[in-house]
Structures are given as C-alpha cells and as structure tokens.
C-alpha cells in the first residue's frame, strides 16, 4: 500500500481567495491577468468547484508571490494498492 495525496479542493479554493486579497487584487484583476472573459473560473477555484490547470496554477502562483505548495492544500493522504 502507498499513501498517495489527494487536493482538498474547498480549503484550496479558500486559500486561492485569502491569498488574492492578501496580495490587494480582485477577482476582476485575476480575470484581467488571465485573459479571461468573464469571472467565473476563478469563482470555480475559490468555490472549490474546479481547479486550475497546471499553466494557471503556475502563473497564480507567480502573480500571487507564493510556492504552488502555499496554494494547494492536501487532505489526509489515501491508502491505495499499485498496480491493484
């Protein structure tokens, strides 16, 4: 058995929305920094309903002044059989 890490998605949606008021910016700066055409994925992150991709994830970090790790939070790693 390996204990394999899983997001918890809520408390990174959280973090996403304490980390983006900490560093002064809007939901509406995010969309302005993304290109995106409306708000609602980075409602999504903060919700907990999605997450960014991989790219994203690395650019908010960088807009954000933070590591990936201080955006992501882990729950209590799941055992799992490899290969089972």
């Keep these: 058995m390996v204990d394999?890490?899983?997001i918890d998605?809520?408390?990174t949606g959280q973090n996403i929305g304490r980390l983006?008021?900490?560093a002064g910016l809007s939901v509406r700066d995010l969309?302005?920094?993304f290109g995106f055409a409306?708000?609602?994925a980075i409602y999504k992150w903060q919700q907990g309903a999605a997450l960014p991709s991989i790219d994203n994830l690395v650019v908010l970090?960088?807009?954000?002044?933070?590591?990936?790790?201080d955006i992501l939070v882990m729950e209590t790693p799941v055992q799992?059989?490899?290969g089972a």
């Design 31 to 33: 969309q302005d920094i």
């Design 20 to 22: 983006r008021r900490q």
């Design 9 to 11: 998605m809520v408390r």
């Design 61 to 69: 970090a960088a807009v954000l002044r933070v590591r990936l790790d």
């Design 80 to 82: 799992t059989a490899i």
């Design 38 to 40: 409306t708000p609602q």
């Design 4 to 6: 394999l890490p899983v």
